[in-house]
């Protein structure tokens, strides 16, 4: 492969790699189409993948309750496409339900074989072996409708989208494309592959959905912190009586009767203790003087519990 790195900028690069790295990172790399650019990012998908993740074994029940019979349907992938050309390939018989979000037409497709077999067993009709392709009868166009409608609903219900006029579609001219909603049009969709494993062995179900947001959630708003114990709304304005408690002496009554201006009574307290917060004669907390606004005032220090007023 050509360079127009220099040999020195090569050499460069070659010392940034980690010690002792015989040999360029192994893998595939996918090719990326800049002039289609995704919108979704890393975090916002692995968010998503994990709401599905969540409700697919709601869903694998839904679908063992119709189908009558065990089953496995479990998330196989989740990405976001651009569904211009997305059906280009496509040759008829198929199983496709086609609905709109707003407008936006979306798609749930499910491979024939699978489609089929699930269809049968849910009419309770003896599974066949697998046949020449073929296009489904209106009672199965029915019945593929209303599988299809388990998890498509749901996904619609987890990312709060309004799905409606479902309908199965057997000709390619019927399956519309992402420009029939208009100039405002968007050709991105989430596709969401669902592997199922019943009737008829493995299938592929993919949902391609538009209208879900794929701008990363604002973080939620820091809640305040909310008081220890709420007022009832009938009491909060009834006035208390509040008092700081500076310390307390015991002195005989002769001493009392004798005191005279600049007589000094020790209280028995330290100057660097904290002092008590009174509130109709219950100590409620540990507070310190000081001033604010030119005012003596009290700052709280610890709450004591009630229960706890030693």
């Not at 208390?240 to 307390?248: E, P, T």
């Amino acid at each position: 492969m050509a360079s127009n790195l220099l040999p020195e900028e090569i050499q460069a690069i070659l010392e940034l790699l980690p010690k002792g790295a015989d040999h360029a990172p192994s893998g595939e790399v996918s090719s990326r189409d800049f002039h289609r650019p995704k919108r979704l990012s890393a975090e916002h998908r692995a968010a998503l993948v994990e709401q599905v993740a969540r409700i697919a074994p709601e869903l694998e029940r839904e679908l063992q309750g119709a189908l009558r019979g065990p089953l496995a349907f479990d998330l196989a992938d989740l990405d976001e496409i651009n569904s211009e050309g997305l059906f280009a390939d496509l040759q008829p018989p198929f199983a496709i339900v086609r609905f709109e979000v707003k407008g936006e037409l979306g798609w749930a497709t499910w491979d024939l074989p699978g489609a089929v077999a699930a269809i049968e067993t849910s009419l309770g009709m003896p599974e066949v072996k697998e046949g020449k392709p073929r296009k489904l009868a209106s009672v199965e166009k029915t019945m593929l409708k209303r599988l299809i409608a388990y998890p498509l609903q749901r996904l619609a219900k987890l990312w709060k989208l309004d799905v409606k006029d479902l309908r199965v579609v057997d000709i390619p001219e019927e399956l519309g494309s992402w420009r029939d909603a208009g100039p405002t049009a968007d050709a991105q969709r989430i596709a969401v592959h669902f592997g199922f494993k019943g009737p008829g062995g493995a299938s592929n179900l993919r949902i391609f959905l538009p209208g879900v947001s794929v701008a990363p959630q604002p973080a939620p708003a820091a809640k305040k912190p909310q008081a220890a114990v709420q007022t009832p709304e009938h009491l909060s304005g009834v006035p208390f009586d509040v008092s700081v408690r500076l310390g307390a002496a015991e002195i005989v009554l002769a001493d009392l009767l004798h005191l005279e201006i600049g007589d000094v009574i020790p209280l028995g307290s330290r100057t660097d203790e904290p002092l008590r917060l009174i509130v109709e004669d219950r100590v409620c907390a540990d507070v310190r003087l000081g001033t604010r606004d030119g005012n003596l005032a009290a700052k709280v220090e610890r709450a004591r519990p009630r229960g706890r007023e030693e």
